[in-house]
Nanobody, 124 residues
């Protein structure tokens, strides 16, 4: 059974930080790509960051580059998204996702496995 469970969302003021966590189970041996995407009301889903497990390489959306960091703790089977210098436009529901193959950042919203999401709200 594949499960991804996000946590760590909340409300912060602009300029603040949050760290999202995604506890993964049942998939650690078979996933090559893990990432985060977000969706704000009335907007399309947007791939935020992706990590390719084999190489450890990462990729970020231009809108978050330099502010967000994706990382994976293999021992804890947990994916993280450290978000710094948050802006009101970062407000959205954030989802953790995983897939069996190597996909680029743009494909993260369509990954096979995804969590239930965690809300991030940034006030100005």
């Amino acid at each position: 059974q594949v499960q991804l469970v996000e946590s760590g969302g909340g409300s912060v003021q602009a300029g603040g930080s949050l760290r999202l966590s995604c506890a993964a189970s049942g998939i650690t041996a078979i996933t090559d790509s893990m990432g985060w995407f977000r969706q704000a009301p009335g907007k399309d889903r947007e791939g935020v960051a992706v990590l390719w497990r084999g190489s450890g390489a990462t990729s970020y959306a231009d809108s978050v580059k330099g502010r967000f960091t994706i990382s994976l703790d293999n021992a804890k089977n947990t994916l993280y998204l450290q978000m710094n210098s948050l802006k009101p436009e970062d407000s959205a529901m954030y989802y953790c996702a995983a897939d069996r193959v190597y996909w680029p950042l743009l494909r993260v919203p369509g990954f096979t496995y995804r969590g239930q999401g965690t809300q991030v709200t940034v006030s100005s």
